[in-house]
């Protein structure tokens, strides 16, 4: 019964060839920041295919932790509570001995035995469920997801879930309970990110940096067309950790805000526009392939809830209510969203089908291709340094003369390797999406915008 849910069909529709990164393709000026890696002509073989292969593996458990996510969270399958993960990894914490602590944050396995009441009894209801050849059809995102794991038994299942949960809750109680109130919680996060899963969580709020940075572009360049988007990461709203809905199909956002962004400002024609997107998950790159040519309606959402203090800025509120309006027809939402922003947006004809996704590993492959845009955010932040540099060599052997990369990430190496690299710094900010009460941050995204030569 449950091989008949573990395999998502893949679509090759928009594959094409990928040129993998050789030392011959690293400029002189990016080889002395790799120098301080380590990476250098002898070892670079051997690091790119250890990279690639690490990254698979991040795919597989980045996988797992959208997963365990589901299981914890979704009201599809049970009407049990849903366990917000972060607590759910405190409970467990607050139960093990000084001993099983220990053991646990040093990534010892520990019994199942000490997994919480309340996850377990999830865990299980989700077996229940997934096992039951009559319910199991209605549980989308279980079909995208179990292809990770490797049982076939609801014996085997049991245990692989619970090995799951366990990794998956290690990772969240040293993210939000260890290293955000460390000394240094920045760096100690950034750490951890960039050794965790490979997530494709998605957002509406993704789009607004985005927003913003290319309204600039056409303040700076008002005579500037894009007719060539290349998208890296745009990701699948699976089953993400915070914000989750059940109500909220599985859907990417990303390169229709893009283009909607693009079109709305004036940087861009609707019919001369096409955007490629690629993602190292292959459930992207086929979710992306199959809604080709298709009249899509998306549910936009906010991931934020406006409760507890949250307050979204005015300008994003505005941000939100246009967006779409270039790219189709927006209605009001299908159902009740308490605290979030929504609504329905229904795609234009004609705009999937310019849209074309690939499978690429941005860190070790490039496209024999030029773009005039290139848009990469919240992807950044999973690479060590090393594979940063190695990422932006390859984005910016995919810039046309004076195309232009827009990014969001802080790190300085980051700025080293695009200046390394000729694509000077034309524009950088960071925005408001919502302000916290009594918080000592708001919630905000930042933006990056490079030109290349």
């Known amino acids: 019964m449950l091989t008949a849910v573990v395999s998502a069909g ?60 589901y299981v914890l969270q979704s009201s599809t399958f049970t009407t049990l509570r849903p366990i917000e993960p972060a607590i759910s990894a405190r409970m467990l914490v607050e139960g093990l001995s000084d001993s099983e602590h220990t053991a646990f944050l040093k990534g010892v396995s520990v019994s199942d035995r000490v997994i919480p009441p309340a996850a377990l009894a999830r865990i299980e209801a989700f077996i229940a469920a997934v096992t039951d ?67 494709t969580d998605a957002s509406v709020e993704a789009g607004y940096a985005v927003y913003l940075a290319l309204a600039t572009l056409r303040t ?67 979710w992306l392939n ?42 009001p939402p299908e159902s009740p969203a308490v605290g979030r922003l929504a609504k329905t947006l229904d795609m234009a004809s004609g705009v999937t089908q310019g849209i074309v996704a690939d499978p690429l590993d941005v860190v070790v492959d490039r496209l024999p291709e030029r773009f005039d845009l290139v848009v990469v955010t919240n992807v950044f932040p999973y690479l060590t340094d090393e594979e940063l540099v190695l990422a932006v060599t390859n984005i910016a052997s995919m810039l046309a003369p004076a195309g232009v990369l827009i990014h969001n990430e802080p790190r300085p190496v980051a700025a080293r390797t695009a200046l390394a690299l000729g694509l000077a710094p034309i524009h950088a900010r960071s925005t408001l999406i919502a302000s916290v009460d009594g918080a000592s941050t708001p919630l905000y995204d930042a933006i990056w915008m490079h030109r290349a030569p």
Not at 10 to 16: D, E, K, S, W
Not at 41 to 61: F, K, P, W
């Open 133 to 199: 050849p009559s319910g199991v059809t209605s549980i989308e995102s279980v079909r995208l997801l179990l292809g990770s794991l490797s049982a076939t038994t609801r014996e085997a299942l049991q245990r692989t879930l619970n090995d799951e949960y366990l990794r998956a809750m290690r990772f969240l109680y040293e993210k939000e309970f260890v290293a955000a109130r460390s000394g240094t919680a920045v760096a100690d996060t950034s750490r951890l990110y960039q050794t965790r899963g490979l997530s």
């Open 220 to 286: 700076l360049e008002p005579t500037r067309t894009i007719r060539r988007v290349l998208i890296v990461g745009p990701g699948l709203d699976v089953a993400p950790r915070t914000g989750f809905s059940a109500a909220v199909p599985v859907q990417s956002y990303q390169p229709f805000a893009v283009m909607d962004a693009l079109v709305a400002i004036g940087l861009a024609s609707i019919e001369t526009l096409s955007v490629r997107a690629v993602d190292i998950n292959p459930r992207v790159v086929a």
């Open 10 to 69: 893949m679509n090759a529709q928009g594959a094409t060839e990928l040129r993998p990164l050789t030392w011959s393709d690293i400029p002189a000026g990016v080889r002395p920041l790799l120098a301080e890696h380590g990476f250098d002509e002898q070892s670079a073989s051997t690091r790119l295919s250890a990279i690639r292969r690490s990254n698979q593996d991040r795919v597989r458990e980045g996988d797992r932790d959208h997963l365990v996510h």
């Open 290 to 331: 199959d809604i080709r040519g298709a009249r899509l309606r998306l549910r936009m959402t906010t991931s934020i809830v406006e409760a507890g203090g949250v307050h979204f800025t005015d300008d994003f509120r505005r941000y939100f209510n246009a967006l779409g309006n270039a790219v189709g027809e927006t209605g």
